[in-house]
C-alpha cells in the first residue's frame, strides 16, 4: 500500500523508543527482546498497521499534542502487540519457546499501562473501561481455550461459533481508542462508532486469518469458523466418519461447498461495517486502509471462487 | 457430494502437492505472526 511510505519517519521513530527501552534492560532479557522484536516485526505483515493505528486514529480526535500522543501511543500498540504475541505462543507451543521471553512479556505489559496512565492520569472511569477491556480479553482467550479445542467431537459451541467473541483477543487496539476518547472527552456517540468500528475491524480480520491459517489451526486442534463448517459438511453427508476427518477431507471439503467464499463474505460484511462506523470522521489513513482491504477479500473471494469453480469442472469430467 | 467423487477430489488435492492450492496467497493486510520463526528447533 502507498500510503505506508508517508509513514516512514514514524515507523522508525517508534521502533527506536522501543528498541531503546529494551536495549536498557538487564541481560539476557534485552537481548531476548530485542531478538523477538526483529523477528517479530518482519514475520507479521500487519506489524506497521498495527504501529501506525494510534497515528491513523489521530486524525478523528481534537486533541493537543497529536503528535507526541500518537507516538506513545504507537509505543503502547508495539508493547501490546509483543505482550500478546509471546502469552499466545508460550501457550500454543509451552515446550518449544524460551519461558523467559514471559519476563519480556510483563515488562511489555507495564509499559502499556505506565504510558496509558501518564497521558489519562489519574481516571476512575478509565481505569474501569480498562479492567472491562481487559475482562473481555481474559475471557475470549478462556472461552476459546476451553470450547473451541477440537478432540474428534463437534460440540453444540462449536457448531454456534462466535466470531465476534474471537474478535475480542485484539485488546491491545482498544487502549489507543479508550485514550483518545478520555483526551478529547468524547460523546457517548463516538465511543460506540468507535468501539463498533474495532469491533468490526478485529472481526472481519479474526475470520481472514482463519482462512489463511486453517491448516495450522486444525492440525494443533484449533477450531475456527471455517474448520466447524468444514467438519460438520463431512459428517453430514457421511463422507467421514465422526471425529475421522484429516486434513485433506478438509481440503476436499473447501472445493466441495462455498465454505471459504462464505466465510469470506462474512469478512468483507464486517470490513464494510468498520468502514461504515468512522465515516463521518473523516479518518483519511483508516478509511483507505480499511477500503484497500475490502478490495483484498473482495478480489480473494472472486479468485477462489473461479479456481474452485474450475477444479470441479476438471475433476468431474 | 457422494463418497466416491469426493475420495476423487482428495486425490487430486494430493496430487497437487498437499492442500497448497486451497490456500489464498497471503495479502499484505493484517496477518498474524505465526510463531516458528523464534521457536527453538
Redesign the interface.
Known amino acids: 500500500?502507498i500510503f505506508f511510505d508517508d509513514f516512514d519517519k514514524e515507523i522508525n521513530l517508534v521502533l527506536s523508543d522501543v528498541n531503546s527501552f529494551i536495549c536498557g534492560l538487564e541481560k539476557p532479557i534485552s537481548d531476548l527482546g530485542i531478538?523477538?522484536l526483529d523477528?517479530?516485526k518482519?514475520?507479521?505483515?500487519?506489524?506497521n498497521?498495527?504501529l501506525l493505528f494510534p497515528y491513523w486514529l489521530s486524525e478523528g480526535f481534537d486533541i493537543k499534542g497529536k503528535d507526541d500522543v500518537s507516538r506513545k501511543l504507537a509505543n503502547l500498540d508495539v508493547y501490546g502487540i509483543m505482550h500478546l504475541?509471546i502469552i499466545d505462543?508460550i501457550l500454543?507451543?509451552p515446550e518449544?519457546?524460551?519461558r523467559n521471553l514471559l519476563l519480556v512479556s510483563n515488562i511489555c505489559e507495564f509499559k502499556m499501562y505506565e504510558i496509558s496512565f501518564n497521558l489519562i492520569g489519574r481516571n476512575e472511569s478509565f481505569l474501569k473501561d480498562l479492567e472491562d477491556t481487559l475482562m473481555r480479553f481474559s475471557n475470549a482467550v478462556l472461552y476459546e481455550k476451553q470450547h473451541y479445542t477440537y478432540k474428534g467431537l463437534l460440540t453444540e459451541e462449536m457448531k454456534n461459533y462466535n466470531y465476534e467473541l474471537m474478535a475480542r483477543k485484539a485488546f491491545h487496539l482498544r487502549i489507543p481508542i479508550l485514550s483518545y476518547l478520555y483526551l478529547e472527552e468524547s460523546d457517548k456517540k463516538k465511543r460506540n462508532d468507535f468501539f463498533s468500528m474495532m469491533e468490526c475491524w478485529g472481526t472481519s480480520?479474526q475470520l481472514?486469518?482463519d482462512?489463511?491459517?486453517?491448516?495450522?489451526d486444525f492440525t494443533s486442534g484449533q477450531m475456527t469458523y471455517p474448520l466447524v463448517k468444514a467438519i460438520e459438511y463431512l459428517e453430514d453427508?457421511?463422507?467421514v466418519e465422526t471425529g475421522k476427518a484429516d486434513?485433506?477431507?478438509?481440503?476436499?471439503a473447501?472445493?466441495?461447498t462455498n465454505i471459504?467464499e462464505d466465510t469470506l463474505d462474512i469478512s468483507l460484511k464486517y470490513q464494510k461495517m468498520a468502514i461504515e462506523s468512522i465515516k463521518s470522521y473523516n479518518l483519511y489513513y483508516l478509511n483507505e486502509f480499511f477500503e484497500d482491504?475490502s478490495i483484498?477479500i473482495y478480489s480473494?473471494i472472486e479468485?477462489?471462487k473461479n479456481?474452485r469453480e474450475s477444479?470441479?469442472k476438471?475433476?468431474?469430467n | 457430494m457422494d463418497k466416491t467423487t469426493h475420495e476423487l477430489i482428495k486425490e487430486y488435492t494430493a496430487s497437487k502437492e498437499a492442500t497448497a492450492f486451497v490456500n489464498l496467497k497471503t495479502p499484505d493486510l493484517w496477518i498474524e505472526a505465526k510463531p516458528a520463526l523464534w521457536i527453538y528447533e
Open positions: 500500500m531478538s523477538f523477528k517479530f518482519i514475520s507479521m505483515k500487519g506489524f498497521t498495527f504475541r505462543d500454543d507451543n518449544k519457546i524460551d480480520m481472514f486469518n482462512i489463511l491459517g486453517w491448516k495450522d453427508e457421511n463422507l486434513t485433506m477431507d478438509i481440503a476436499a473447501f472445493i466441495e471459504l482491504a483484498k480473494s479468485k477462489f479456481k477444479i470441479l476438471d475433476i468431474i
